[in-house]
């Protein structure tokens, strides 16, 4: 499922326009971003967690060359999800 989709899943839900649907999810995806910007962590009760850490340095070998390449130190988000939505992943699969 892609932006536009999820939009589009919020509209007919909640019976609204999907440009104000994709508005407001657009709006909460920005605060997100800034939020984790700013070294933030986004709790969502039931949901899950997302954060920002910090991966180190390190020095990898190029597949196709051979060459060792150094990789700078740098940034992911990382999510971790709630244990109500792990159990009703595993759930599913029973």
Do not use: W
């Not at 933030?40 to 390190?58: H, N, S, Y």
């Not at 020095?59 to 060459?67: A, E, L, M, T, V």
């Amino acid at each position: 499922m892609n932006r536009k989709n999820l939009a589009r899943e919020i509209s007919r839900r909640k019976k609204i326009p999907i440009t104000k649907a994709e508005s407001f999810l657009m709006e909460i995806f920005q605060v997100m971003e800034e939020q984790m910007v700013h070294g933030e962590k986004i709790l969502i009760r039931d949901f899950g967690k997302f954060e920002c850490k910090t991966r180190p340095a390190t020095r990898r070998r190029n597949p196709q060359s051979g060459d060792m390449i150094e990789l700078p130190e740098r940034k992911t988000v990382v999510f971790t999800p709630s244990k109500e939505l792990k159990g009703k992943l595993n759930d599913s699969i029973s």
